[in-house]
């Protein structure tokens, strides 16, 4: 019997439908500058408690009864440096979210912004033999889907169904119980590095918990950032983290395109702290209390002391000026959008009807990112925050919770996968094992 090179993600997707029963799961954010967790009540508010066809199978409601958030440690680029400090960092804020919530979470869904996503876009087709499309034909026309190469070390985490044709006509959501001679479908398939995914699984087990599902990032980023209208009509999605800047383009209500650049907020940072020579904690503050990107003639006067515990009297209480800051800062920023661009143009982005780019994400707070951000994309801007959710405390309702709230938002909405069909076991992706078959039964 073929092996189901999916085992992993559909016993996930089990674990995610016995928290909804339970009515408790919780949601980790692990990311290079801080880890956020947060617990949610969930209540059956669906029609169907079991996946289907369509972006909000399965769907839940939920209330945030707790959340937590600490320094993160041990994360490097989105991807773990050091285990045992990131599981520190993971329980201290999970605990925290457990004790606010006072309830005890067994189930969590993690994203992960590292591990170098990649995007792939497929194709299949199957005759349909009855009178309409059915179930099977689903989990066929899936199955008939060409794999490409992705490489040894790389896993599949998302395989979405982003568009049904039925004949002629396309853009079915949900094709089942129309008729029709010939179903198509196009898949939007995303790998990222099977190392990632596995110590990511493993802190969360030295954590105590069970992981209910792996997203990546700019995923759930972009379902929390965007509104409706955006998704719908089409958008690119920057999420501006500290290590990472995930990259996601939405069109029809569906991921399209991702990608990532590693670089974040933390080279800027660390520029502040080697061109002033002070620590990194004391270039943080600066960063997040003085910076920007827009120098005017009212910086050359605004003088800010640098402070720091050097020891040093006369270093700990030099001055600078706002635009020697901002002089600092603009380089690293708009090398960073630079980066960000080439991603979208390598994707078709300037090719959409429509070209909306929304910034979010930590280190898309600096005061007139936006403005420098529409010079560089050449298109419209805006700042994205978090969708407003049930429960959610007002400190974590910022760009920085993005990638958090947009977990929640698909713990309890999720889009369908690949895995969530009962595919022929004789149809599996194993396309060397087939054609050596075939090759074996005309032969023989």
């Excluded at 990532?260 to 660390?270: C, F, I, N, P, Q």
Aim: charged share 20%.
């Amino acid at each position: 019997m073929i092996p189901d090179p999916y085992a992993s993600q559909r016993a996930m997707r089990q674990m995610r439908r016995l928290a909804i029963q339970r009515g408790v799961i919780g949601v980790i954010d692990i990311g290079s500058y801080k880890v956020a967790a947060l617990v949610l009540k969930l209540e059956q508010t669906g029609p169907r408690a079991t996946p289907g066809i369509g972006n909000m199978a399965g769907q839940a409601g939920f209330r945030v009864i707790g959340a937590g958030t600490t320094q993160s440690c041990g994360v490097r680029f989105g991807e773990i440096a050091a285990m045992a400090e990131t599981e520190s960092a993971v329980r201290t804020a999970l605990q925290a979210a457990q004790k606010m919530a006072r309830a005890r979470v067994d189930h969590v869904i993690v994203c992960l912004s590292g591990g170098a996503p990649r995007s792939y876009g497929l194709a299949g087709e199957v005759a349909i033999d009855g009178a309409s499309v059915v179930e099977n034909d689903i989990a066929q026309v899936m199955a008939n889907c060409d794999m490409p190469d992705i490489g040894r070390g790389r896993d599949v985490l998302h395989a979405q169904p982003i568009n049904f044709a039925l004949d002629h006509r396309t853009g079915l959501s949900d094709p089942r119980g129309q008729s029709g001679r010939s179903l198509s479908c196009d898949m939007h398939m995303v790998t990222v590095d099977t190392a990632l995914v596995r110590d990511i699984c493993n802190c969360l087990r030295r954590c105590d918990v069970e992981v209910a599902g792996v997203t990546a990032s700019a995923y759930a980023t972009g379902m929390s950032a965007l509104v409706e209208d955006e998704q719908e009509l089409g958008a690119a999605c920057i999420d501006l983290g500290a290590g990472v800047s995930g990259v996601s383009i939405f069109m029809k209500k569906h991921m399209i395109y991702t990608d990532s650049v590693r670089m974040g907020g933390a080279l800027v940072t660390s520029d502040i702290s080697q061109g002033l020579q002070v620590d990194f904690a004391t270039a943080e503050r600066l960063k997040t209390i003085h910076g920007g990107v827009q120098a005017t003639s009212m910086d050359d006067r605004e003088m800010i002391e640098i402070g720091g515990n050097s020891g040093d009297w006369d270093k700990d209480r030099r001055t600078i000026s706002r635009s020697e800051l901002i002089g600092i800062m603009r380089p690293r920023i708009e090398e960073i959008l630079e980066h960000v661009r080439a991603r979208l143009d390598a994707a078709g982005f300037n090719h959409l009807p429509s070209q909306q780019v929304v910034l979010t994400g930590g280190a898309a707070q600096v005061p007139g990112l936006d403005g420098l951000a529409a010079r560089i994309f050449g298109q419209q801007v805006r700042l994205g925050r978090p969708v407003r959710v049930r429960g959610l405390p007002q400190a974590a309702s910022g760009p920085a919770f993005s990638s958090a709230v947009g977990l929640c938002v698909l713990a309890t909405h999720p889009q369908d996968e690949w895995w969530d069909f009962d595919l022929p076991i004789e149809s599996y992706p194993a396309r060397s094992l087939k054609r050596a078959v075939k090759w074996f039964r005309d032969n023989w």
